[in-house]
């Protein structure tokens, strides 16, 4: 997008008049390829400026991740069986 904004903006600035009929949509079609390996190439450079995890940080980080899961999953499961049981003997007690 940012490429295109700044080619009318030259387009404009230079006093030339943005191209219209078949002759733009083939220039479209023909750009279309450039843009894909500029975006590609935008793509690579980012990914190379990116600090990847070591593997025994990930190792550790899932670790945690499934133990503090487990934990609240039994936590969770306690406190709704305790509810549900003091639910029903509350509703037995005055239900009759």
Known sequence: MASKAERLK????S???PESGSGALWARVKQRPQEWFAFLHEVR????QVTWPSRDDVVSTTAVVIIAV?????????VDSTV?????????????
């Open 15 to 17: 006093g030339e008049t």
């Open 70 to 78: 487990a934990f609240f999953g039994v936590f969770f499961f306690g």
């Open 45 to 48: 450079v980012e990914l190379r």
């Open 84 to 96: 549900g049981f003091l639910l029903q003997r509350l509703l037995r007690l005055f239900g009759h």
């Open 10 to 13: 030259a387009q404009a600035m």
